[in-house]
């Protein structure tokens, strides 16, 4: 068995109205940032999974994306394998 | 006839949802979000609130709670619920009801009166309405009513939109920057139902105007429609919709 760390990012689909990112963008000239543009504010999920292999743990992570972390009719997700330690010979392979 | 309203953790609306079944005349009963036994109620309402602190998103932890296993089956059933606010919100999220609510469009949680009009008087939820606009609270930072375009065009199309925001005049607040539009709702949505017509959410709060020492009892139209719809269903025997366990099974 090993373990796979995950980053899930998950940002509102393109042309869905994104208050927060509206937000950020209207604070940029109160700090006189003007060659900024287009801000979208998301969210970003961390979580190990054990697992025999990465695509076992993939799958797990997939689904989590979609049936939890985000939801598909708004929101667009990325997934990033982070590490993975084998629990045999404890090498820990850092990705990112 | 016993009505159930959950309580979720974080649930802060459903005690004013079971006082107005109790002015509804029905024997109103609390189901713990832990438990998928809905203890043969004859309706469920989802209440305001902010369950299991709305983390992640609003209504999305909710909608995995075991108390929800049950709603879904009562629904396939044929079964009536109503979801108020966060109720809506944990509807949509578990696909019982179509679309997405969104951060208010002003990113402000807004807490105040608004008025809403049925758009039709012949669906379980809004059959005791007098069709004119009711006047009720909303509160919430995450209405923001969202399908797209072409979901939008056949909610419309198949009448699954219940109630629009409306101004004074009595007609929709369809630009989302109107005032009278709270959220910034598409088409100044405020309440949709499923395709079978028997599971319905709305984002304004009827059971807080349920009894004139309250203000007002605008919102009790809608919760005698949720009663009396109710009340049908059990006088017919309960009968299993064919068209809203396709609905439900679909989603599955």
Redesign the interface.
């Known amino acids: 068995m090993s373990e796979f760390r995950y980053a899930v990012n998950v940002l509102p689909k393109p042309g869905?109205?994104d208050?927060?990112g509206r937000?950020v963008e209207l604070s940029l000239p109160h700090l006189n940032v003007t060659n900024v543009s287009r801000v979208r504010v998301g969210?970003r999920a961390e979580l190990t999974v054990t697992a025999d292999s990465e695509a076992e743990a993939r799958q797990v992570v997939e689904s989590l994306a979609k049936e939890?972390?985000s939801?598909p009719?708004?929101e667009a997700y990325a997934i990033e394998l982070l590490e993975a330690t084998s629990s045999t010979d404890s090498t820990k392979t850092t990705l990112a | 006839m016993k009505v159930g309203v959950v309580t979720f953790p974080g649930s802060n609306s459903d005690v004013d949802a079971l006082n107005a079944l109790s002015v509804a005349g029905v024997d109103p009963i609390t189901l713990w979000h832990e438990s998928p036994d809905l203890q043969g109620v004859s309706a469920v309402i989802l209440p305001g609130g902010f369950a299991y602190g709305d983390y992640?998103?609003a209504g999305?932890i909710a909608r995995?709670s075991p108390v929800m296993r049950g709603v879904s089956e009562f629904a396939a059933a044929g079964g009536h619920v109503l979801g108020i606010c966060n109720g809506f919100q944990v509807l949509a999220?578990a696909g019982l009801v179509p679309?997405?609510l969104?951060?208010?469009?002003?990113?402000r949680f807004a807490c105040r009166m608004v008025a809403i009009k049925p758009e039709r008087l012949d669906s379980p939820f809004t059959r005791a309405a007098t069709g004119r606009p009711i006047h009720i609270p909303i509160a919430h930072g995450e209405g923001?009513y969202?399908?797209?375009e072409a979901t939008l065009d056949e909610l419309e199309r198949d009448g699954q939109v219940l109630f629009r925001y409306v101004r004074g005049d009595g007609t929709p607040a369809l630009d989302p920057d109107d005032p009278a539009n709270p959220n910034?709702s598409l088409r100044a949505i405020a309440g949709v139902c499923n395709a079978a017509g028997n599971v319905a959410g709305l984002m304004p709060h009827p059971e807080r105007m349920s009894e004139s020492i309250l203000g007002s009892d605008d919102g009790m139209q809608l919760i005698r429609s949720l009663v009396e719809s109710a009340m049908e269903w059990e006088a017919a025997g309960r009968p299993a919709s064919a068209k809203a366990a396709a609905a439900v099974e679909a989603r599955r």
Do not use: H, K, T, W
Not at chain 2, 102 to 107: D, Q
């Open positions: 869905i109205l208050p927060q937000a969210r939890l972390l939801n009719l708004i | 992640l998103r999305v995995f999220e679309g997405a969104l951060r208010n469009r002003s990113l923001c969202y399908a797209d910034g």
